[in-house]
């Protein structure tokens, strides 16, 4: 209790080794975190987050560094979420990462943190949008989030940041099929990253054209309202605002160019978000889906940590080897017991 109370107030004063020790804290998922995070709660939401995810090797890590220094000529604060779903605790790929990223962390306005799957305490998606939770309790004004990949889990985390952006590098080849894989519904902005190695041209052509189909396709739907642009620009204006259309970019991360006109880029989205209420529903809809992730967590938790569950199925298990019980009635007779029980 009073460690959780020292942590808060650390947290209020901007202490960062208070910092650290609260994100290891809500990492592990050790007492009283939920508290914290519930005591923080009120400081939430001011950052603008940032997913940025791709193919592995794609630049992403030394885009980021540069997106760090960008903002830190602006004076502004900037923390990096690096997450591998794929590696277990001590998680290796990222670890480079955090070592070349070390000269930015002597800046008290930048701090990284490395993130990797751990098992038993909830998902990591869960768990990383509650580590961010605690950096923008704590006052940075970017939240930067590195995934290493585009499965599934890269893809959930990745998309519950305000703006999403994809990396993609042309000599990989595997551009359109990236695309394929779902992505397109989550990302805001294409960045074809190694913009000095051949190829690149192309690949910005192909994600222009499989936005355009998109695009096509969308308004097909719409019907026909868009008619002749009637009067004033004023008109157009308005309803330009509450459309999106995804940008296309290019970088050399190694070099810097074109980073400048990223961070723009995630400036105008965000500006895009908040004008025209999208911001409002991003956030009112991640709480909805962050408050029913706590509850599964909780709910796993009261059968298997607090209550019976593993007692009742290690007693069962004989029976169920053996085929003289399904899965499902001892999933019932661990529900039914959960619902037995007092309190
Ligand atoms: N030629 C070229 N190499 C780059 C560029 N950006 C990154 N790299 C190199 O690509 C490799 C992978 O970069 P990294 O940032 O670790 O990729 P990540 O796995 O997406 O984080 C490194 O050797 C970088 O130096 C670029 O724009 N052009
Ligand atoms: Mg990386």
């Excluded at 995810?53 to 900037?78: A, C, H």
């Excluded at 990383?128 to 923008?136: I, P």
Aim: charged fraction near 25%.
């Amino acid at each position: 209790m009073m460690v959780t109370d020292g942590l808060i107030e650390g947290i209020r004063q901007g202490r960062i080794p208070v910092l650290a020790r609260a994100i290891s804290l809500v990492e592990n998922g050790r007492d009283g975190y939920e508290r914290l995070l519930s005591a923080l709660h009120p400081l939430v939401g001011r950052a603008h987050r940032v997913g940025i995810t791709g193919p592995p090797g794609g630049g992403k890590s030394t885009l980021i560094e540069r997106l760090v220094q960008v903002y830190r000529e602006r004076d502004i604060t900037v923390a990096v979420v690096a997450v591998d779903p794929t590696s277990p605790f001590s998680g290796g790929a990222l670890l480079g990462d955090r070592i070349r990223m070390d000269s930015l962390t002597l800046d008290p306005g930048v701090y990284i943190r490395s993130m990797a799957s751990r098992g038993a305490h909830g998902g990591l998606a869960t768990t990383t949008r509650e580590v961010c939770d605690v950096l923008d309790a704590f006052g940075f004004e970017r939240i930067i989030i590195e995934t290493v990949g585009v499965g599934q889990s890269e893809l959930a985390i990745a998309g519950s940041a305000d703006t999403t952006a994809l990396v993609l590098v042309p000599e990989s080849g595997d551009g359109v099929q990236v695309l394929k894989a779902g992505v397109m519904e989550i990302a805001d902005l294409y960045l074809v990253n190694k913009a000095d190695r051949p190829g690149a041209d192309r690949l910005v052509q192909e994600v222009e054209v499989m936005l355009g189909i998109r695009r096509g396709n969308a308004l097909r739907h719409v019907g026909p309202h868009h008619g002749p642009a009637t009067t004033g620009s004023g008109k157009r204006e308005a309803e330009d605002v509450s459309e999106w259309s995804p940008p296309v970019l290019t970088s050399v991360a190694v070099s810097g160019e074109g980073v400048t006109e990223l961070v723009e880029a995630f400036d105008a989205h965000y500006e895009h978000l908040e004008q025209s209420g999208e911001l409002e529903r991003l956030r009112r809809e991640g709480l909805a889906r962050h408050t029913r992730d706590v509850v599964d967590r909780a709910l796993s938790n009261l059968v298997w940590q607090e209550g019976d569950g593993a007692e009742i199925l290690a007693e069962k298990l004989d029976d169920l080897a053996s085929g003289r019980v399904s899965p499902y009635k001892i999933a019932h007779d661990i529900v039914a017991h959960l619902q037995e029980a007092p309190e």
